[in-house]
């Protein structure tokens, strides 16, 4: 299940970097920390809620920073969208130290309103 997250990170920073240099922007380091949680004792024990966590250094504006992870995680990233059925996926970032809330993106069914 791991893995799954690995994936997660993966595909999200290479949409968010790609989006960034397509901007002319230029991520002189990108280090992501995906932690998932799961419901103790369920069968199968899918992931409920995720958070990612992306740091960065270089010179890239915030609102270009937020822009491409709304984009990566709402509408590129096919493992956000394998997952958004059962868990709430939400991402918060850094840009050179500077801390942001994020957002979040889920399909579930049951999630709390």
Excluded: Q
Excluded at 42 to 61: E, Q
Aim: glycine residues 10%; aromatic residues 6%; hydrophobic residues 40%.
């Amino acid at each position: 299940m791991e893995l799954l997250l690995a994936a997660l990170g993966g595909c999200s920073a290479i949409d968010v970097v790609s989006i960034l240099e397509k901007g002319r922007h230029v991520v002189d380091e990108l280090r992501i920390e995906v932690r998932g949680e799961k419901p103790d004792g369920a069968v199968p024990s899918l992931f409920r809620d995720i958070h990612i966590r992306y740091d960065f250094s270089g010179n890239v504006p915030v609102g270009r920073v937020r822009r491409a992870i709304e984009l990566s995680i709402g509408t590129y990233c096919s493992v956000a969208h394998t997952l958004m059925p059962t868990a709430r996926i939400t991402w918060s970032f850094s840009v050179g130290g500077d801390v942001f809330e994020g957002g979040s993106a889920s399909s579930a069914t049951d999630e709390p309103k």
